[in-house]
Structures are given as C-alpha cells and as structure tokens.
C-alpha cells in the first residue's frame, strides 16, 4: 500500500500549500490530478502552477522509470512545445537586429529551397514563425523521415511542395521551426542547443533544461499504452527535429519559463525578451484564419472547454511517441500552469490529457472540481474485441478439415476465389502498410491488425494446400 501511495505522488509541503493563490484551491487541484491519473493508469506526470512573478503550486505524481518518482525537477521531453522556446530565441534575434521578421529565409539560408523555386524567395522568417509558409505535413515527406542533423534536413525540403501560397493560409508542420533551428544557429553562430542554453535556460534558471544535445541526465522513461495498461518504451533523440519538438525541461524550470511569459519578458532580475516582444508572440496574424501567433495559440476559455468564462488564454501542446506535454497562460488572470508527462498516444492524448487540461483551467478559474473519470473501460473493450476476433480465427484454422469438407462440394473457381481472398487480401496489407506509425500512436490495435492478417495468411496458405489437387505415389500409378 505504501508503494502505490507513494507512486501517486509525493505529499504537498506546507509551503507550497501556504502559497496558494487567491480564488485557487490547491488541494482540490491536488486532489484532482491524484484520481485522475490513478484511475487512467498514467505512469508519471508533473505539474507547475504560477501566479504573478511566482511559482504558487508545483508536485511530481507517479513513476519516472527504475524506481524514481516524479519530481518537479524530473526532465521529460516537451515534444512541439519546444516551438515556444524556439520562437522565443528567434524574436532574441530580431530585437538584435540580426533578424528581420518580414526578410526572406534566403538571406540567413541562402541555400535554402523548397519545390516552388519562386516561392522559395518569397517565404519570410514570419511565415516560418505563423505557420504560414505554404507548408504542410500532408505534402513533405520529411516530416516523419528525418534526417540524421538538423542541416541535412533543411536541405532535402528542396522537394516539399507548397499546399497554399505563401502567407494566405495556417497550416501547421513542423519543417517550419527546424529551419527556424538551422537560422538561429547561422544567424548566433552557435549549435542550437548552446544558444538557447546561454540565451534562454541560463537567464531563467532553467538547470533541468537541455536542448539539442540528447537525453538528459534522469530523463524520465517514456512509456505507451496498449489495451488501457502503459509500457514502457524508449524514447529516440532526433536531432533533426531538436527545435519542434526535443527540447527536454523539467516542471520546475517551465513554471520559471511561465513566469516570464507573464511579466513581459522579465524573471527575478533577468529579461529576456521585451515586454511589446511577448505580446506580438502571442499574436495571430490579421487577415487569416488562425490562432497561431509565434510559438504559441491564442483564444478563449470559452472555445476550449464547457465554462463560460470568456477570458484570454495562450498555450501549445506537445507530443512525442512517449512523451506529451502541455503550457498554459492566463495573462489577463496572471495565472498559468504547465504538465509534464512521460506517456502519448493517440487514445491517452483524446481522453484523460483532456480532462487534465480542461479541469485545471476550471480549477485555476476558481470553479468546483471536475469529475476524474476513468478511460480503462477502452482498454477492456479493445483487448476483448482483439481477444475474440483472434480466438474465432485460431478457431477456423483448427476447423480446416471440416472446411475442407464442405467446399469440396463447391465448384474450383469459387473454392480458389474463397482462398485466395484470405491469402491475397491481408498479405497485401502485411506487406503494403508503413506500421511504424500507426504502432506510434495505437500500440494495441496496430499490433492486433497485425496479428488478424498473420492468421488470415496462415489460414489462406493451409486453404491453399488443402484445395491443390495432389499427385498420387509413383506405387499408386504402377497399381
């Protein structure tokens, strides 16, 4: 009993019960966030609210792998949640003077094209930052095939065809902020990863962070779900996409990141950006249908939960294979929270990460405690339908003699035809499917597809033998 309490998380200190903010109750955000990850199974989560020019609330829940319980200092992967940071780093720049927002990305990156040669001169460092360039995740197969460095993949985008002309329509794709990676980098003269060190995690008090440099020490252990029960599974440091989404930063240095974000660019003594800076990031662009300002979307209370609080909110999710996270502010409240946590995929992102969200948007609002639900009744359902639909097709295999028996009675076409539909059909999908993927997101399906088709071949390849005419012995024909 002890262990499991322990791996729900640890107790509040009286500090941080003591910091609470007006109008916020900490322990019913505590309360809250303890049954809904002991109900949904979550392995391990941390979580930092802020307040003003403080840190007003922060807690580890869970496991972060060989033992370790989570801790606000725990490091986790922030998946595309990193695009703030990178976004933060490039308006540095700006206000340098090294870049300018309306200049094309072919006076940092002379090199640099895209299929469109024309277009490839009009996209600009804004349009990089809006999401706006004309790029998208549908038409560039880089996205998902990257490259071993961060300038190999900037250059193969010389085939990415653009899906919208430049600067008329959002669209998200994250070849946006890798070339924002590779322009910080040329413009500073430092790798990625060392500049936001210097110009970011240092003057934030940031120790727990790290870009650009693979795991970091005490990186908590990523895990997937399959069938409702999380398994671990390592996460792959892909430098090629270090600035949309490998930046590693634990809940302690987000609540740190918050804070700045909410005091116009200024931690403790440290400024790190201009106060008109922050607010043009979290600023759409007029004139087109989006949300997204520079690394971060703007809406309301209103558009993303069931309150009726309209008030001003700016956030970005992040997800990686095994890691998902998710930042939030309130500027007008000056309120604001972030969580960290070490499991993804596509059923735990659609279910309980979205109670997680909007319940401490509510609870920060002063409103009652949502519900904590629990989302395991998925998993029992799609390991029971997976359970049936494999033992019905062991089942027909074992029954083959009878079957045998019944078709002989039919004509040869059709017998061929019945067979080769459970050949010809799933080996076609074994063999013509990219799984990686689909494995990514639904561990638990994918591999019950997989298995289906495997059973189908097997069973169309016994089909197969049974319905060949066989030769009789060499005696036989003597005879």
């Given at each position: 009993m002890l262990a499991l309490l322990v791996s729900l998380g640890t107790l509040l200190t009286p500090a941080a019960l003591a910091q609470a903010p007006t109008g916020v109750n900490i322990q019913d955000i505590d309360a809250f966030l303890q049954n809904m990850l002991a109900a949904n199974r979550v392995p391990g989560l941390s979580v930092v609210v802020v307040q003003d020019d403080r840190i007003v609330f922060m807690k580890g829940y869970g496991q972060a792998g060989g033992g370790r319980p989570v801790t606000p200092q725990t490091p986790f992967y922030l998946g595309s949640t990193s695009k703030t940071i990178t976004a933060l780093a490039v308006m540095q720049l700006v206000e340098q003077g090294k870049v300018e927002l309306d200049a094309p990305v072919q006076r940092y990156l002379p090199w640099f094209r895209v299929a469109d040669e024309a277009a490839s001169r009009q996209i600009t460092v804004r349009h990089l930052l809006n999401h706006t360039s004309g790029l998208s995740e549908s038409a560039d197969s880089g996205n998902s095939n990257l490259s071993p460095t961060l300038n190999e993949q900037i250059r193969r985008m010389r085939s990415a065809r653009l899906t919208a002309p430049v600067g008329t329509k959002y669209q998200y794709d994250s070849q946006n902020y890798r070339t924002l990676g590779l322009l910080i980098e040329q413009v500073s003269g430092q790798p990625y990863g060392d500049y936001v060190r210097d110009h970011v995690f240092a003057p934030l008090h940031m120790t727990h962070s790290l870009a650009g440099s693979g795991p970091a020490r005490d990186l908590a252990q990523g895990s997937s779900q399959a069938f409702g029960l999380p398994f671990p599974r390592p996460e792959k440091f892909q430098?090629?996409?270090?600035?949309?989404?490998?930046?590693?930063?634990?809940?302690?240095?987000?609540?740190?990141?918050?804070?700045?974000?909410?005091?116009?660019?200024?931690?403790?003594?440290?400024?790190?950006?201009?106060?008109?800076?922050?607010?043009?990031?979290?600023?759409?662009?007029?004139?087109?249908?989006?949300?997204?300002?520079?690394?971060?979307?703007?809406?309301?209370?209103?558009?993303?939960?069931?309150?009726?609080?309209?008030?001003?909110?700016?956030?970005?999710?992040?997800?990686?294979?095994?890691?998902?996270?998710?930042?939030?502010?309130?500027?007008?409240?000056?309120?604001?929270?972030?969580?960290?946590?070490?499991?993804?995929?596509?059923?735990?992102?659609?279910?309980?990460?979205?109670?997680?969200?909007?319940?401490?948007?509510?609870?920060?609002?002063?409103?009652?405690a949502p519900p904590s639900p629990s989302y395991s009744w998925i998993g029992w359902l799609l390991g029971s339908f997976a359970a049936l639909t494999l033992g019905l097709q062991v089942r027909s295999i074992v029954r083959l003699p009878q079957w045998e028996s019944k078709v002989s009675r039919q004509s040869r076409p059709i017998r061929w035809f019945r067979t080769l539909v459970d050949l010809v059909i799933p080996a076609a999908v074994l063999s013509g499917v990219g799984w990686r993927e689909p494995y990514t997101l639904l561990p638990d399906v994918t591999l019950w597809v997989l298995a289906s088709c495997a059973l189908s071949v097997v069973r169309g390849i016994a089909k197969l033998v049974l319905i060949v005419p066989q030769k009789p012995p060499a005696f036989e024909k003597a005879a």
């Open positions: 430098p090629a996409s270090q600035s949309s989404g490998y930046i590693i930063s634990s809940a302690e240095d987000m609540g740190h990141y918050l804070i700045a974000m909410l005091n116009q660019g200024r931690y403790a003594d440290q400024s790190v950006v201009q106060a008109q800076t922050v607010s043009q990031m979290m600023t759409p662009p007029e004139g087109i249908n989006s949300q997204y300002g520079f690394g971060w979307l703007a809406s309301t209370v209103a558009a993303v939960t069931k309150s009726t609080h309209n008030d001003r909110i700016v956030f970005h999710g992040g997800s990686l294979p095994n890691f998902h996270s998710f930042a939030l502010l309130l500027p007008e409240k000056r309120l604001g929270f972030a969580f960290l946590c070490n499991q993804s995929g596509i059923i735990p992102l659609l279910t309980w990460s979205q109670n997680v969200k909007g319940g401490m948007i509510n609870l920060l609002l002063g409103e009652p």
